[in-house]
């Protein structure tokens, strides 16, 4: 009898193996229940805790593949004072009375900021542009911010308290010797009766002085300000991955698509870019394909993704399966936003199960010889 119960919970433990071997078989979407971002509504938060807490040990852009190092920005305290006093001067009317700045021990004691520089060689990346976004990562919405900021109504009318409040504006320069008006040192002012700009001139510096208008602004400054929903959306960590700003720009809000040919714009970086479209490398297409699923899931009414595009999400998401990252980097952001992607999460469960079988595996031959 106990020999029958052996035999027939081995028989279950090896068709549950089975079952669990069952890896590639395609992925039951109608499992998942994605909950949304409820917990970070802060864009640049966000951004810190990818940049400090996700991303250090697996520092690597999504487009190229290139490494990053996260270094300090390293500032010289004379000239960063000398920066600030010129400034000073210009608003003082040359009078470096009344400037403060802190001393030597202050500035170095400051909290450090940090840049995130890219390794170029390392995939073979070559600028496009010219610009110093070639020299630093950027967190990219995998999904466009503007692709579901467009499905709010504010993205493009604004909202009644979408507007700016009247400040005083206070500008100043300095006059080359061309435009030199006035050699007196105190200063002199008019104001024009039309517009009510002050406007006072001493030696080679001329200020303007007003009352800004109120102005209706929309898009995301305004979205941020009045939705939260958009605001969970904007700053949703699952969406949100380390790219070369040179490509994160070129990237601008294309959508993802497949384009025929291979033509390279970036040097051996695999990012093609055609009639405001954009092909990722394959190594990535699954990360992407799973982060559109779930903010599709989560945020429903925002995500307007056409039957075309997620019939070629599937096929991205059989093509590039979950790796050990994507599960590392996914339970991490859970810790710091309170939900996982289901899409990865439900793979991954799979992925270690079937790792811990094969380590099992290695063990029963290991003790077997051994
Ligand atoms: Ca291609
Ligand atoms: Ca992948």
């Avoid at 996700?54 to 593949?65: D, K, L, M, T």
């Avoid at 000073?88 to 009375?97: N, P, Q, V």
């Avoid at 692709?147 to 006059?175: A, M, Y």
Wanted: aromatic share 12%.
């Amino acid at each position: 009898m106990t020999k029958l119960l052996s035999f027939l919970s081995i028989l279950f433990l090896v068709s549950t193996s089975f079952a669990v071997d069952d890896f590639d078989a395609p992925f039951l979407f109608e499992e998942v229940d994605a909950s949304q971002n409820l917990g970070q509504k802060s864009f640049t938060k966000a951004k810190n805790f990818l940049k400090n807490d996700i991303y250090p040990s697996h520092q690597e852009g999504i487009y190229c593949g290139c490494t990053y190092d996260k270094q300090v920005v390293v500032k010289d305290y004379q000239e960063e004072k000398l920066k600030a006093l010129t400034r000073y001067k210009l608003f003082h009317w040359d009078s470096e009375e009344g400037f403060q700045y802190p001393t030597e021990e202050e500035f170095n004691n400051k909290k450090p900021t940090y840049k995130l520089v890219p390794n170029p060689e390392t995939c073979g990346f070559e600028p496009k542009g010219n610009g110093t976004r070639a020299k630093q990562m950027e967190w990219e919405h995998v999904v466009p911010a503007s692709f579901f900021g467009h499905t709010f109504s504010e993205w493009e009318n604004g909202h009644d308290t979408c507007i700016s409040t009247p400040r005083q504006v206070r500008k100043c320069k300095r006059l080359n010797a061309v435009e030199l008006r006035s050699v007196a040192s105190e200063p002199k002012c008019t104001t024009d009766p039309a517009t009510g700009v002050q406007t006072c001139v001493s030696k080679d510096i001329v200020c303007e002085t007003y009352m800004s208008d109120p102005k209706p602004y929309s898009g995301r400054r305004c979205l941020t300000k009045v939705s939260e929903e958009y605001s969970l959306m904007q700053a949703d960590m699952h969406n949100l991955y380390p790219a070369i700003g040179d490509v994160n720009g070129y990237r601008s809000n294309f959508p993802m698509a497949e384009i025929a040919g291979e033509a390279r714009e970036f040097g051996k970086c695999d990012a093609e870019i055609k009639d405001k479209k954009f092909e990722p490398r394959n190594e990535v297409r699954g990360d992407i394909a799973r982060t559109h699923f779930y903010m599709q899931d989560a945020y429903k009414a925002h995500m307007p993704i056409s039957d075309e595009m997620y019939e070629m999400l599937k096929r991205w998401n059989d093509l590039d399966p979950v790796d050990t990252w994507e599960c590392d980097r996914n339970k991490k952001i859970a810790e710091l936003q309170g939900n996982e992607n289901e899409f990865v999460s439900k793979p991954c469960e799979k992925l270690l199960k079937r790792n811990a079988k094969r380590k099992g595996i290695f063990q029963v031959l290991f003790d077997l010889f051994k």
